[in-house]
């Protein structure tokens, strides 16, 4: 009877306690919205077509497109500077972004390719090579770098100002009754300011420390621990975590450390094994390499389930314990532990209305990059799950591309300005996509998520060039560019590995070279596809594509496909050219050589059906074909 009386007092003591917490966090967001909506009726707030929080890189590569175009936007900075995530992390100051200055190419795409840490701009003097010529930079350049990009280019950033809360209210706001505007409540030096907007972008990257319940004081986490090497001399040090944080800090103490060991959930993924940027680079795989010598560095892999870390109240030494599996875990004692365990994103200043809610690491947002609420974007680094583990979404050198993409898909959805495009004759078509190959950025970094769109009109003998599509988005693209695909077919051009490209414990220095070109479908490394169809994907076909997480596309009505190559060069005339134009040859059914005059007039007294090079012939002579040709 006292047992029941006990349950029962504190199941109401705890239904009490979390129903008034509900209440506290409904009374802030009523307060909140309060106080926005009533700034607004009274006509306090500033107002922008877009608002942009965070100034980091992915908001001022933002900031700058919309400049470009003329927008009205205002991008809102917490802290007194540009880019502030670098004053501070990587916490032991090297970067681990590629800064290639010498490539050998005079091409400036293709130098882009290797040059992981600019911005896109019009201005040479903010290349990230003027600023250093080694290969990995020090962090504290990526700070004057951001801040010189932001001010040579006059970009309209608010400093010193922390968004407490953002909202959204149909019809409010002092923008001339403009519905669904967003509503940020700010503080700043200068006081409290609303502003309001139509478009929120937010590109405040990861900020919250991933703790996985290793709170304790006697832990230290990566993101405030001491980088003094006197504090860890002869000391035995347990890193929890494997990523490129815990190799970076274990990098760090090898010097100085007694031992230096690592306790992770699963097998490390190496970035030249998995090809994925965001897994453990070379750089920092010095510790991986002593472990496998056996110079006193120790990795541990095991369930953090029922695992605690605990400190002898006497001693100071720390240990790890399993009460329900003691003897699977490390019997040493530690001096120190480091947690590095990465971040995650701080989603606390939205209110419900908007929330675009998480799935523990990242936020929910569609394939367009909008969450569930019209009008509010997320890019930069907490767009990644859209391409986590795969490309380079996560970092400088891809979501400098995919901000465009972001940028692209509202400036055809607020303004009515089309997907940029380029039109092209179909008869130098297979030299104008080969160059593009060859040279082309964005697609090559954000490989098999990005990709270069083709439309082919035969009738018009022409077809028209969108650089950097999402492939996600293919079966949406008229809505996403804005173009007709009434009477045009589809071709894309992706970047892909083979389906057993790689992965965790894969041996990379295996031979993958491929005896005949027409054997390009067995190739394991980075080769180019092209995918045709006559009609645009539906959204059904893309629902059958993802039964395969390894499909990158739809399955098309025809495909060519290239061997590797190392260099990323597709530029030979036998083994590239001439095989590309018999491929699109096939699909036009049409000849696709350049032809001079006198060859088009030959061919005209022979043939019905000219070559699409002779189409600029008939036009500027004025000649009359009979309908039966073609």
Not at 97 to 104: E, F, H, L, Q, R
Not at 162 to 189: C, E, H, M, R, W
Not at 212 to 217: A, E, G, I, N
Not at 219 to 244: P, Q, S
């Amino acid at each position: 009877m006292f047992q029941n009386s006990i349950i029962i007092f504190l199941i109401t003591f705890l239904n009490v306690t979390i129903i008034h917490a509900v209440i506290h966090a409904d009374d802030r967001t009523s307060t909140f919205d309060s106080d926005a909506k009533k700034a607004s009726d009274d006509r306090t707030s500033i107002y922008h077509d877009y608002c942009i929080i965070g100034a980091g890189p992915s908001g001022l590569q933002f900031a700058y497109f919309l400049q470009r175009s003329n927008r009205d936007y205002l991008v809102i900075e917490r802290n007194n500077i540009s880019g502030s995530y670098y004053t501070k992390f990587p916490r032991h100051r090297q970067l681990i972004s590629i800064n290639k200055v010498y490539t050998g190419r005079d091409n400036k795409l293709f130098q882009e390719r290797h040059d992981w840490n600019s911005l896109l701009s019009n201005d040479e003097s903010l290349k990230f090579s003027k600023y250093s010529g080694k290969m990995f930079p020090e962090a504290d350049l990526m700070v004057d770098y951001l801040n010189d990009f932001t001010s040579k280019l006059k970009l309209n950033v608010q400093y010193n100002t922390d968004v407490l809360y953002a909202s959204k209210f149909n019809g409010y706001g002092n923008n001339g009754g403009q519905p669904d505007t967003f509503i940020l409540y700010t503080k700043s030096g200068s006081g409290d300011i609303i502003y309001t907007c139509k478009t929120l972008i937010v590109a405040t990257g990861w900020s919250i420390p991933n703790t996985l319940d290793f709170t304790q004081s006697y832990i230290w986490g990566y993101e405030d621990m001491n980088i003094d090497t006197e504090l860890y001399k002869d000391k035995h040090v347990l890193i929890v975590g494997t990523g490129n944080s815990a190799m970076e800090t274990a990098n760090h103490l090898l010097d100085v450390a007694a031992s230096v060991s690592t306790l992770a959930r699963k097998r490390s993924a190496l970035s030249w094994q998995t090809h994925y940027v965001g897994d453990i680079r070379a750089i920092n795989s010095e510790f991986l390499d002593l472990y496998q010598l056996k110079s006193l560095n120790i990795m541990h892999q095991r369930s953090f389930n029922n695992l605690t870390i605990i400190q002898n109240s006497r001693t100071g030494k720390i240990k790890l314990r399993d009460f329900l599996h003691p003897d699977v875990v490390p019997s040493n004692e530690f001096d120190i532990v480091i947690r590095c365990t990465g971040f995650k994103w701080d989603d606390s200043i939205f209110g419900s209305r908007i929330a675009p809610g998480n799935t523990g690491k990242f936020p929910i947002i569609g394939d367009d990059y909008k969450t569930r609420s019209d009008g509010f974007y997320l890019i930069g680094t907490i767009a990644h799950s859209l391409d986590f583990g795969k490309s380079a979404g996560g970092f400088i050198h891809g979501y400098r591309y995919t901000d465009r993409v972001v940028y692209n898909i509202l400036e055809w959805r607020n303004h009515g300005v089309q997907w940029p495009s380029t039109e092209i004759p179909l008869h130098g078509l297979e030299v104008y996509m080969l160059k593009r190959l060859s040279e082309m950025p964005g697609s090559y970094q954000m490989l098999s998520f990005l990709g270069e769109v083709f439309t082919i009109d035969i009738g018009s003998g022409t077809a028209r060039h969108f650089a950097e599509f999402p492939l996600n988005l293919v079966h949406k693209f008229e809505e996403t560019t804005g173009f007709n695909m009434t009477s045009s077919n589809m071709l894309v051009l992706n970047l892909q590995y083979g389906k057993d490209f790689g992965g965790p414990g894969y041996d990379v220095m295996v031979s993958t070279q491929l005896e005949f070109p027409e054997d390009a479908h067995k190739e394991k490394l980075l080769h180019p596809w092209w995918y045709y169809y006559q009609n645009v994907p539906t959204e059904n076909d893309m629902r059958l594509k993802e039964r395969d997480p390894k499909e990158h596309l739809p399955t098309p009505d025809d495909v060519y496909i290239f061997p590797s190559n190392v260099l990323t060069e597709w530029t030979h005339t036998l083994p590239h050219t001439l095989q590309l134009r018999r491929f699109l040859e096939k699909l036009s059914d049409k000849d696709q050589r350049a032809m001079t005059d006198v060859s088009c007039y030959t061919t005209l007294l022979s043939k019905k059906n000219i070559p699409n090079g002779c189409y600029g012939y008939i036009s500027n002579s004025g000649i009359s074909l009979p309908s039966n040709i073609q």
